[in-house]
Nanobody, 114 residues
Framework: QVQLVESGGGLVQPGGSLRLSCAAS????????MAWYRQAPGKQRELVAS???????NYADSVKDRFTISRDNAKNTLYLQMNSLKPEDAAVYYC????????WGQGTQVTVSS
């Protein structure tokens, strides 16, 4: 089992940047495909970005060229660099380890507002 703790959320103005982190409790982190999801009020949870064990990445069309997912296996940490933030990016962001049911963090709130 892997425990995940997200951090880095907060309030940012449109056009601003944030970097989210997701710390994993075990070094087996390196064996998992990792992903960031988000859920806005009244909407379904959606995939934002994912990164495989080998480092291949995938992004939702809505965040391509603005967000960057990365991982540091030495630190058991997943990152999401978010640039040029828009009000529609506001949501609770979750990290997930593994596929299918996987393991989920508790989420971190991102608010984009002037």
């Amino acid at each position: 089992q892997v425990q995940l703790v997200e951090s880095g959320g907060g309030l940012v103005q449109p056009g601003g940047s944030l970097r989210l982190s997701c710390a994993a409790s075990r070094s087996s982190f390196r064996l998992f495909t990792m992903a960031w999801y988000r859920q806005a009020p009244g909407k379904q949870r959606e995939l934002v970005a994912s990164i495989t064990v080998g480092g291949s990445t995938n992004y939702a069309d809505s965040v391509k060229d603005r967000f960057t997912i990365s991982r540091d296996n030495a630190k058991n940490t997943l990152y999401l660099q978010m640039n040029s933030l828009k009000p529609e990016d506001a949501a609770v962001y979750y990290c997930k380890a593994g596929q299918a049911a996987g393991y989920w963090g508790q989420g971190t709130q991102v608010t984009v507002s002037s």
